[in-house]
């Protein structure tokens, strides 16, 4: 039920390292995002696949991870993704790319989830590091970097406080919180 696909899919952060993703998973999460919707059809995404130790690691160092927790620099060696989606806009193609990127991210997390697996989007990049790092033609601009893996941490959702705070946290057993506002909230009746 897309309800449930939806409650699982949270942004995790902290993943089982040593617990592989297959190209073929990849493969087919990218399938997903090609036949979800594209402004006027023009297709202008590609995606760069990794789910090897080595080319994990150049990517990782071009990412910066939640910035709300300002002491924490990121996935610590164990807990970082075991593989990565970065999705790029073909710029010969087109030059405005709209949201595709976020339909097509969101298309290859809930895949993700079906699958037993947790993801985040990154969109805090290093772009020039990350544009040499992978050796990608000027062409394709980076829109984002999927994260993905096994989750390791515990992610609940917590009604926002009456102060309105809507910065997640982590309590002291490294539990991530994330509040969310309620729905008669979010909704503008006129």
Same mark, same amino acid.
């Given at each position: 039920?897309?309800?449930?696909?939806?409650?699982?899919?949270?942004?995790?952060?902290? &993943? !089982?390292?040593?617990?592989?993703? %297959? $190209?073929? @998973?990849?493969?087919?999460?990218? +399938?997903?995002?090609?036949?979800?919707? *594209?402004?006027?059809?023009?297709?202008?995404?590609?995606?760069?696949?990794?789910?090897?130790?080595?080319?994990?690691?150049?990517?990782?160092?071009?990412?910066?991870?939640?910035?709300?927790?300002?002491?924490?620099?990121?996935?610590?060696?164990?807990?970082?993704?075991?593989? &990565? !989606?970065?999705?790029?806009?073909? %710029? $010969?193609? @087109?030059?405005?790319?709209?949201? +595709?990127?976020?339909?097509?991210?969101? *298309?290859?997390?809930?895949?993700?989830?079906?699958?037993?697996?947790?993801?985040?989007?990154?969109?805090?990049?290093?772009?020039?590091?990350?544009?040499?790092?992978?050796?990608?033609?000027?062409?394709?601009?980076?829109?984002?970097?999927?994260?993905?893996?096994?989750?390791?941490?515990?992610?609940?959702?917590?009604?926002?406080?009456?102060?309105?705070?809507?910065?997640?946290?982590?309590?002291?057993?490294?539990?991530?919180?994330?509040?969310?506002?309620?729905?008669?909230?979010?909704?503008?009746?006129?």
């Amino acid at each position: 039920m897309i309800e449930e696909l939806i409650l699982k899919n949270r942004s995790c952060r902290r &993943y !089982i390292q040593d617990r592989p993703v %297959t $190209e073929t @998973t990849l493969r087919s999460l990218v +399938d997903l995002a090609r036949l979800s919707a *594209s402004a006027a059809n023009l297709q202008p995404l590609k995606y760069v696949l990794s789910c090897d130790g080595k080319k994990n690691d150049t990517i990782f160092r071009t990412l910066r991870w939640a910035g709300y927790l300002k002491e924490w620099k990121g996935p610590a060696v164990g807990e970082r993704p075991a593989a &990565y !989606i970065i999705i790029v806009g073909d %710029t $010969e193609i @087109t030059r405005s790319f709209g949201c +595709d990127h976020g339909i097509a991210a969101q *298309s290859i997390l809930l895949g993700a989830v079906e699958r037993g697996l947790a993801g985040c989007m990154v969109a805090s990049i290093d772009r020039d590091m990350l544009r040499n790092n992978l050796r990608l033609e000027t062409r394709y601009e980076i829109l984002l970097a999927v994260a993905l893996g096994y989750s390791g941490e515990k992610i609940v959702l917590e009604k926002i406080a009456p102060s309105g705070d809507i910065k997640y946290w982590r309590d002291g057993e490294g539990a991530h919180h994330v509040p969310k506002r309620p729905l008669d909230e979010i909704i503008v009746d006129r």
